[in-house]
């Protein structure tokens, strides 16, 4: 037996998160199902549902507890709706070979 760790790269926001407070600079904490893995202190990926990409972020924290990942993450930019349409064409676009987009 052993315990599950997923490795990320992109850092996926909540569905309820409030998208007009998004600026550069915001300090955002998350607390993610699963333990997981990311990169620290350099640009990721993050985005919201669906595949909607919306900027970039890196991650200040990490910490795993009780089966959950708490992070958090500062907002370093954000995509205008036509760099948010691009990101999200191209990621389902590849991730339809990778079997993570559909």
């Keep these: ?4 760790t997923e490795i990320n790269s992109i850092v ?10 998004l600026k550069h600079g915001l300090i955002v904490d998350l607390v993610l ?3 997981r893995v990311l ?5 990721l990926l993050y985005f919201h549902t669906d595949w909607n990409f919306l900027g970039y972020c ?3 924290s990490l910490t795993q507890k009780e ?3 708490h992070l958090q993450v500062e907002v370093l ?17 590849a991730g339809k070979f990778t079997g993570e987009a559909k």
Excluded: C, H, N
């Excluded at 996926?12 to 407070?21: E, I, N, V, Y």
């Excluded at 990169?39 to 640009?43: E, K, V």
């Design 77 to 93: 930019t954000v995509f205008t709706k036509d760099e948010q349409d691009i990101y999200k064409t191209k990621f389902v676009e």
């Design 33 to 35: 199902e699963r333990e």
């Design 12 to 21: 996926r926001f909540p569905g309820d998160f409030d998208l007009s407070k």
């Design 39 to 43: 990169p620290m202190r350099i640009a």
């Design 58 to 60: 890196r991650v200040l």
């Design 1 to 4: 037996m052993g315990a599950m």
């Design 67 to 69: 089966g959950k990942t």
